[in-house]
């Protein structure tokens, strides 16, 4: 189950609220905006169940006017299966104060559900260095390319709205401290039933290109946040702190999964097979077409996908190290799929040993994380080293794991969001949201090794790619109207 991505998703469309002290030098917009005193914080809903809170806070350093600090604290808490899964995150970045003051460190901390791990980033002109800590393992020290990120970004909705216009710039993320470009334009007001008045309220709509869901920033014309919305799935409303922080109790496989209007024939997942769905509520950028996967719009908000699972061709499958067709990326290690690590790299040649066949090695490393990994929905992990040192958790380690032995292997590989069948104990027949791995053979070929399948079966419907928070809109919305 993908709950990290919702998780994720909160996470990327929180905006910095704060007070500020005065300064006789210049000041950054995004420290001029209008803002409450004390910082702001949310209730986070997923499909209107509250199943986080939220604080956020830009201020001016005491004692430093010439540095800005941006506080973002983040819990969300949901059970799964019979489990609480608890992630806390706390975000914490220093800038220059001035305009286009740049990014001078940040601290992120994570605790719970992820694993707990300190990271420590000074920036640089040189580099962005980083200290990774994690208890029980010895500290990840390494540089990286300096970060372009500015003040600005710490809270970009309320620069658009202060300057009344389109505003683009860079934002590290905290959990591949890649740099992705972040765009907000100021849209028209709108009234909103506030206190029992109706009143006018500014937005914004911002785009990440890392998640590429569009959020709303709701305010009130004196800077108040109002709410931030994605969609209807995800929304954070500002709420006074001892409301923010009552939970829901919620358990979000049931919460999120869709359900079917039949339970599936057990042939569905023989290979070779096929499935056929009509659907509601899915937009039409999700509908890609591939050898595996078409989409046919039959009108009225209403698609059919048809899913075609089968072994790749023998004339088509090539040997070891594989070239990737797409230019490179899905061998490329990363701070997440770390196929460069020495034990990762060390474990791909004792599962693959002298096997040059691509799809025979990536079977052996799918059938190696299934056999030896522990299915555990409350033990998640973030990065594979990690995954490789516990050896447990869900869908997500399973895939994570199994990407980076891949790639460190020679084949070209990435995880897949999507949903998958699954009938659980209530007997209700449903699509769960979940991610597996596809590898390039000499073609794409999906793999399961959460559930050991060389070939992933016809009842995996893929609609995102690596961890993205793209999916996440369609929690809720998508719908099954009838199953061939």
Known sequence: MRRRTVASAFVAVLVSVAPLAGAAAPLSDALKAKRPKGGEWFGLYLLGKKVGHAYVDLALVPGQPDKAKATNEFVFETKVDTRVSRRVVRDVRIYESKPNGRLL????EQHGDGGDQIIEGTNTPSGLHIIRKRPGAPNDVRTLPPS???IEAADQARVALWRGGKVES????????????????VMPDAERVLGGVKTKVKRVSTLSEKENVPTINVFTRQGETVEIQMGETLRAVAEPKEVAERLDKVEVFALTRVVLPEKLDESRRMIPGQLKLTVTGLPERFCKNSARQKFRQLGKGRTEITITARFPDKESRLSRPVKDPTGGQYLEPTLTVESDDAQIAALAKKIVGGEKDAYAAAKAITFWVYQHMQR?????????TDVLRRM?????????????????????????????YVMNEDGVPALYWHEWVQAYVGEWTDLDPTFNQAVADATHLALGEEGSAEITPLIGSLKVEKVE
């Open 105 to 108: 460190s940040f601290v992120i």
């Open 148 to 150: 372009s990120e500015t």
């Open 170 to 185: 860079r934002y590290t993320d905290g959990t591949d401290l890649e740099a992705y470009r972040v765009t907000s334009e």
């Open 376 to 384: 555990d929905y409350g033990a998640s992990a973030d990065r594979a």
């Open 392 to 420: 447990k958790g869900d869908c997500t380690e399973h895939a994570l794991l199994a990407t980076a032995l891949m790639r460190a292997a020679g084949i070209p590989a990435r995880r897949v969001d999507g949903v998958v």
